[in-house]
Structure formats: C-alpha cells, structure tokens
C-alpha cells in the first residue's frame, strides 16, 4: 500500500500559478496511475489531472492548457504545475494512485484505493 502526502497548496491571486507535489512512500511511485482531483465546498470531488505509468496525460477541460501533471518516478513523486489559476480553481486538491485504470475511466474516484490528504488551493480574484 501506498502512503501519500501532498504539499504546496496556498493562496494566490487570479492569474497566478502555483506547483502542487505528492510524495509517495511505502510503494514504489512508478507502478500506478497517479491523478489530481479537487474537491470545492459543497461539490463532488472531481478528476482534474492524470498521468499512466508510462507517461501519456489526460486533463479536464478545466485545467486542459493551464495545468501539466508530470511525474518523478526516481523521487518518487507527482507534480501538478498550475497556471492562470482563476478563482473557481478553489479547492482542496488530492492525489490518488490506482493499480490500473481504463482509458476513459481515469476521473472515476472509485478506481482509486489510495489518497492523500489534501492540500488547500485559494484563488482570489
């Protein structure tokens, strides 16, 4: 089993970025399918992000040209770069691992078995 820890969340203005990490202990970060979801008050958690073992990515149409999920198998982590946040980009943000995942199915939360904590993201316009 997995452990993971996201970190550098924050508050940041319209138009700014900010670079979300996981690390990942226990297991080794290479042999999942690792996703970004959020989750804003009152909503349902939602796929934001996800990249395969061997590297192909899928995004939302939210973070489709604004965000770029990357991973670092050797360090064993994930990165979610954001950038032109707007202030609906407000959310808690996880990071989920799945053993496997089917193409199309990658935002499905009930693939995934393992997830972090969250790390919040304020955006103010």
Do not use: H
């Amino acid at each position: 089993q997995v452990q993971l820890v996201e970190s550098g969340g924050g508050s940041v203005q319209a138009g700014g970025s900010l670079r979300l990490s996981c690390t990942a202990t226990g297991s080794a970060l290479s042999r999942y399918y690792m996703s970004w979801f959020r989750q804003a008050p009152g909503k349902e958690r939602e796929g934001v992000a996800n990249i395969t073992p061997r590297g192909r990515t899928r995004y939302s149409d939210s973070a489709k040209d604004r965000f770029t999920i990357s991973r670092d198998d050797d360090k064993n982590t994930l990165s979610l770069q954001m950038n032109s946040l707007k202030p609906e980009d407000t959310a808690m943000y996880f990071c989920a691992a799945a053993d496997r995942v089917s193409y199309l199915l990658e935002f499905r939360t009930s693939n995934y078995n393992n997830w972090g904590q969250g790390t919040q993201v304020t955006v103010s316009s």
